[in-house]
T-cell receptor, first 119, second 110 residues
């Protein structure tokens, strides 16, 4: 099946620094990728929809200047958490839609997630 | 977007069949129903997807009644490793924005 990777799998940073998380679709092209955040014992919260070659669409309440999303190619989207603070500590998950040759009509494939801890 | 409602938690024992029902009263004509499984500190994993009637794959079955206002994920003979959170999502093929409800936390006991 289709595989989505994320890098790094975990990161610890100091407050005020910026952190970049990469999301790659390894064996398919993804015109659309999604970024989620998940706090402990909670569901996934959609942060933004990322379309290749265009600006991301952010969900209400998500600061676009703090969470910079770039989708420069059909296989790579990046999320940069700028000036991170302890409250940004969370589990960040990306997903990619395989709209070209998926095994199901419309399947989202999720990355393994990135654990961000801001000290 | 069709909103989904699932039980918050379920308990079962090894070897039993588990059925998790999801309500989606506002499902649209072209919406598909997709189920995901998530283990702690991992991304969700696709389980099964369907539009109507019954779909079966190597890990689960999905039952969808004629009115499509609900769906039931059936896990045959669960094992301890099936302990996870299960989410159902509903959306239009190819263009929906996947949003997650609270999911169902399934605990399988020895």
């Amino acid at each position: 099946g289709a595989v989505v990777s994320q890098h790094p799998s975990w990161v610890i940073c100091k407050s005020g620094t910026s952190v970049k998380i990469e999301c790659r679709s390894l064996d398919f092209q993804a015109t659309t990728m999604f970024w989620y955040r998940q706090f402990p014992k909670q569901s996934l919260m959609l942060m933004a929809t990322s379309n290749e070659g265009s600006k991301a669409t952010y969900e209400q309440g998500v600061e676009k200047d703090k969470f910079l999303i770039n989708h420069a190619s059909l296989t790579l989207s990046t999320l940069t958490v700028t000036s991170a603070h302890p409250e940004d500590s969370s589990f960040y998950i990306c997903s990619a839609r395989d709209g070209l040759a998926g095994t199901a009509p419309d399947t989202q494939y999720f990355g393994p997630g990135t654990r961000l801890t801001v000290l | 977007l069709a909103k989904t409602t699932q039980p918050i938690s379920m308990d079962s024992y090894e070897g039993q069949e588990v059925n998790i029902t999801c309500s989606h009263n506002n499902i649209a004509t072209n919406d598909y129903i997709t189920w995901y499984q998530q283990f702690p500190s991992q991304g969700p994993r696709f389980i099964i997807q369907g539009y109507k009637t019954k779909v079966t794959n190597e890990v689960a079955s999905l039952f969808i009644p004629a009115d499509r206002k609900s769906s039931t994920l059936s896990l045959p003979r669960v094992s301890l490793s099936d302990t996870a959170v299960y989410y159902c999502l509903v959306g239009l093929r190819g263009s929906y924005i996947p949003t997650f409800g609270r999911g169902t936390s399934l605990i399988v006991h020895p």
